[in-house]
């Protein structure tokens, strides 16, 4: 089932690709114990961060734009089913965007069987510091689902903020990787930030400042969640993150004098 919120004139529908999880002591691995103590209630019988592989469907100012594109058939995702659960085509798509390119966020791209883009009327979005961050890197989910797209001539690189419609526009939000890029959207004086893996767990919400294994550069990463936190204040914006439990959607809330909580919508 899918979740779907309207922020003024836009919708926001709630997809996922599956789930996962990752042992608390590997995501946080400088402070696992600490999270494991401090944070026993938002982690499985295991002490596993369980992750979901969420992407998020925008309908805003007549376009559809796609937010990430999951793991991909390998895993058995069902991000698929999810579309045609919604009623929307994938080639009803006119922009898909990656918040990044590690490849649990890009795998529904081509279809395996044809070669071709899955989303065949779209034009896909690639923050340029992440293209060429792992291009040269040599990322191998970069070349089966993005060096393709660049074949067809569907890739836009982009950089900084670019409005994509009237309601929509990117915002640049680095250190999960060099490129990480999210959407602000504002609609009717409401706001939402769909910001991919900004956040990874609600515990670094938290914990901002704790380093967090996936990202590749910890400092800038510390630095934009607490900005992101504070902007989401200012604005009292829902929020969209890519692993936080599905649906993925919720606020910035705050408990206990100061600490910060995930509190989920849907
Ligand atoms: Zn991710």
Request: charged share 25%; glycine share 10%.
């Amino acid at each position: 089932m899918t979740t779907r919120i309207t922020v003024g004139d836009v919708e926001i529908i709630a997809l996922s690709d599956g789930d996962g999880a990752r042992p608390a002591s590997w995501m946080f691995p400088d402070d696992g114990e600490r999270a494991v103590e401090a944070y026993r209630d938002l982690l499985d019988a295991d002490a596993n961060v369980v992750l979901n592989f969420g992407c998020f469907l925008l309908r805003a100012d007549g376009k559809m734009v796609l937010v990430d594109a999951g793991n991909g058939p390998e895993r058995g995702g069902s991000l698929l089913e999810q579309l045609v659960e919604t009623g929307v085509r994938p080639d009803e798509i006119d922009l898909v965007l990656f918040t990044h390119l590690h490849g649990d966020h890009t795998g529904w791209n081509i279809d395996r069987a044809t070669g071709e883009a899955r989303f065949s009327r779209a034009t896909y979005l690639v923050p340029r510091l992440d293209f060429d961050y792992y291009t040269s890197l040599e990322s191998a989910s970069v070349a089966r689902d993005i060096a393709p797209l660049a074949a067809f001539g569907a890739l836009d690189l982009i950089e900084a903020e670019r409005a994509l419609t009237p309601s929509l526009t990117t915002l640049a939000a680095p250190g999960h990787t060099p490129g990480h890029t999210g959407i602000a959207v504002t609609s009717q004086g409401r706001h939402a930030l769909v910001i991919g893996d900004a956040f990874v767990s609600r515990i670094s919400l938290a914990e901002p400042s704790w380093r967090v294994t996936a990202d590749w550069d910890a400092e800038v990463a510390a630095s934009t969640r607490r900005t992101l936190l504070e902007r989401a204040d200012r604005e009292g914006a829902v929020v969209a993150l890519s692993h936080l439990p599905a649906p993925g959607l919720g606020r910035f809330g705050t408990i206990e004098g100061d600490r910060r909580v995930w509190v989920p919508l849907g």
